[in-house]
């Protein structure tokens, strides 16, 4: 019996000591499979994290009896493609790819995880108000009703302060684009 064989049946056991001896086993190849897609450190990591408490959850159902390989890069494969599919709908992903493509190479230097920071740190730059509109449209993915009832406003107002905000984001983004091509491109 190998070593990873005698893991597979400790974790079927419940030994936790054998979860994380698996973790050690595929860890970093699994951290570098995710970040190759998700091009994003945290992200990353959460999905790597995600992968293993997946792995104990239905530690009782594995059937596997020589590797977890498959298994492990299979549930790591779902969760890339879940949080793909979920950045697709965001509006913040979808300005970073068009960021991303304007430039003629293609790796702009700058991961989603800088963007994003960029896009909270411009966001704070707007009202109180326009924060939390822009927030919960933009990344929550709510509806200007949904906004409205929320924090109590009409929707003509979500609606004006969202066009204010996004135009005022857009701006302070653009402006950091400015600057992070000019100095890309010394």
Request: proline fraction near 1%; glycine fraction near 4%; aromatic fraction near 12%.
């Amino acid at each position: 019996m190998t070593q990873e064989q005698k893991l597979i049946q400790s974790l079927r056991d419940g030994r936790e000591t054998a979860l994380g001896e698996i973790y050690d086993l595929y860890a970093r190849e699994l951290l570098a499979y995710c970040y190759a897609y998700v091009k994003s450190k945290e992200d990353s990591e959460e999905i790597v994290q995600d992968t293993f408490v997946k792995l104990w959850k239905i530690r009782t159902t594995i059937i596997r009896e020589d590797t977890l390989r498959p298994f492990i890069f299979t549930i790591a494969h779902r969760k890339i493609i879940d949080l793909l599919r979920q950045r697709v709908r965001s509006v913040a992903y979808e300005d970073f790819m068009e960021f991303r493509s304007s430039l003629d190479e293609g790796d702009s230097g700058v991961d989603f995880d800088q963007y994003v920071q960029q896009v909270k740190s411009s966001i704070r730059q707007l009202t109180p108000t326009q924060q939390k509109i822009v927030w919960m449209s933009d990344f929550e993915g709510m509806n200007n009703d949904t906004i409205a009832d929320k924090l109590n406003i009409s929707e003509k107002t979500v609606r004006n302060q969202l066009s204010l905000g996004n135009k005022k984001l857009h701006a302070l983004i653009r402006d950091f684009l400015k600057i992070f091509l000019f100095f890309f491109n010394i």
